[in-house]
């Protein structure tokens, strides 16, 4: 329970409901977004639609205009 001071405290100066502090959360467990992307891209996770858009890019990225020239 709070002290007599603390109580006087609050009164005279009021009580603040502030954000609590969080913790830093350990990144080293977390999916790299570059990963999840990719597959994403590549129609690996049995999108009909990206499946299609892959599809297209490797097509557009195989064309002879988009190839770099040596």
């Known amino acids: 329970m709070a002290s007599d001071n603390e109580i006087q405290y609050a009164i005279m100066n ?3 409901f502030g954000k609590g502090k969080s913790e830093k959360k350990d990144d080293s467990d977390k999916v790299k ?10 129609g690996a996770h049995k999108s009909g639609a990206a499946k299609h858009k892959a599809e ?3 097509r557009v990225k195989s064309r ?3 190839r770099k020239n040596k």
């Open 64 to 66: 002879a205009s988009q």
């Open 56 to 58: 297209i890019r490797q």
């Open 14 to 16: 009021g009580i603040s």
């Open 33 to 42: 977004t570059k990963a999840r992307k990719k597959g994403y891209q590549t």
